[in-house]
C-alpha cells in the first residue's frame, strides 16, 4: 500500500513557476514508478510526467516537454514536479500516482492516487 499526498498548487501568473511534491508514505515507495497527471473541468485526467523506480528515466507529455521537470528523493519518499514558463492550459487539478511496474501512460496503469491540488495560471 502507497498513500500519496501533493502539495505546492496554487495561483500563478503566465510565465511564473511552481514546485509540486507528493509525499508517500510506505517502505516499498523505491519499487514504484511515479507519475503525475491532471484534469480540468469537463476534461479527461490527462498524462503530464513521469518517473522510472530509480529515478534514471523521466517521460513527459509533448504540452509540457522542455517546461517541467520531474525528480524523486527515495530516501526521503517524495517527488517533485518543478513547473517552469506555466501558462493558462496548464490550469487544472494535478495528481500524483504510483505504479508498481513500469512506468505507465495512461490512468489505468496507476495503482494509487492523491487527493490532487489546484493549480491555476491567470493570463
Known amino acids: 500500500q502507497v498513500q500519496l499526498v501533493e502539495s505546492g498548487g496554487g495561483l500563478v501568473q503566465a510565465g511564473g513557476s511552481l514546485r509540486l511534491s507528493c509525499a508517500a508514505s510506505?517502505?516499498?515507495?523505491?519499487?514504484?514508478?511515479m507519475g503525475w497527471f491532471r484534469q480540468a473541468p469537463g476534461m479527461a485526467r490527462e498524462f503530464v510526467a513521469a518517473i522510472s523506480w530509480s529515478g534514471g528515466s523521466t517521460y513527459f507529455a509533448d504540452s509540457v516537454k522542455g517546461r517541467f521537470t520531474i525528480s524523486r528523493d527515495n530516501a526521503k519518499n517524495l517527488v517533485d514536479l518543478e513547473m517552469n514558463s506555466l501558462k493558462p492550459e496548464d490550469t487544472a487539478v494535478y495528481y500524483c500516482a504510483a505504479a508498481p511496474r513500469v512506468v505507465g501512460w495512461t490512468p489505468d496503469e496507476y495503482d494509487y492516487w492523491g487527493q490532487g491540488t489546484q493549480v491555476t495560471v491567470s493570463s
Open positions: 510506505g517502505r516499498t515507495f523505491s519499487r514504484y514508478s
